[in-house]
Antibody, heavy 119, light 110 residues
Framework: QLQLQESGPGLVEPSETLSLTCTVS??????????WGWIRQSPGKGLEWIGS???????YYNPSLQSRVTLSVDVSNNHFSLNLNSVTVADTAVYYC???????????WGQGNLVTVSS | QSALTQPPSASASPGQSVTISCTGT?????????VSWYQHHPGKAPKVMIS???KRPSGVPDRFSGSKSGNTASLTVSGLQADDEAYYYC??????????FGGGTKLTVL
């Protein structure tokens, strides 16, 4: 059974960089046809797609975050990562790592990692 | 890109049916058959209930169904059960490798 697990700090200071890693088990990030990505949910708000990455390194980002976000993939260690720079309190959210299935649905989700931006 | 529009809340009694709408534009919901629905119990990971407008992933009860007309997609839950009480989110492909979500609907089983 495929499992995704986020890891990273729960507290980031304003203007710093938020960095999270998603470790994939029970499957491979090299699987053809599947994209890996990140979705977040700010307190009291809905879900927001951040971006997706393929095992070749091809990336796609939400235009509203594109200037601050970078996704990367490490096929050797079977994980992928999110970097979001110049964070503000508005970036406080639960960050989920996800797999996008071949029908374009997000079919596997991590448990979520709450990241609070505060000094 | 604006979020898709969902009603903030919906409710029905056990055994009844409820339909949740998700309204977008011709650039997302209306333009592609890549609408999906997610059930989210707070504190847990969201779970996909419907993909590609009306396909049920393995393990999802047939009480859950999806449809689309024009720029509006709908999720219908029939034979409501207590465990169906959750937040439901729609999502759609919006072109140029971009995905957009709805604001979410809190479903209450009365």
């Amino acid at each position: 059974q495929l499992q995704l697990q986020e890891s990273g700090p729960g507290l980031v200071e304003p203007s710093e960089t938020l960095s999270l890693t998603c470790t994939v088990s029970g499957g491979s990030v090299r699987s053809n046809g599947y994209f890996w990505g990140w979705i977040r949910q700010s307190p009291g708000k809905g879900l927001e797609w951040i971006g997706s990455i393929y095992h070749t390194g091809t990336t796609y980002y939400n235009p509203s975050l594109q200037s601050r976000v970078t996704l990367s993939v490490d096929v050797s260690n079977n994980h992928f990562s999110l970097n979001l720079n110049s964070v503000t309190v508005a970036d406080t959210a639960v960050y989920y790592c996800v797999r996008r299935g071949r029908g374009s649905e997000f079919d596997y989700w991590g448990q979520g990692n709450l990241v609070t931006v505060s000094s | 890109q604006s979020a898709l529009t969902q009603p903030p809340s919906a409710s029905a009694s056990p055994g009844q049916s409820v339909t949740i709408s998700c309204t977008g534009t011709s650039g997302d919901v209306g333009g592609y058959n890549y609408v999906s629905w997610y059930q989210h119990h707070p504190g847990k990971a969201p779970k996909v209930m419907i993909s590609e407008v009306n396909k049920r992933p393995s393990g999802v009860p047939d009480r859950f169904s999806g449809s689309k007309s024009g720029n509006t997609a709908s999720l219908t839950v029939s034979g409501l059960q207590a465990d169906d009480e959750a937040y439901y989110y729609c999502a759609s492909y919006a072109g140029s490798n971009y995905w957009v979500f709805g604001g979410g609907t809190k479903l209450t089983v009365l």
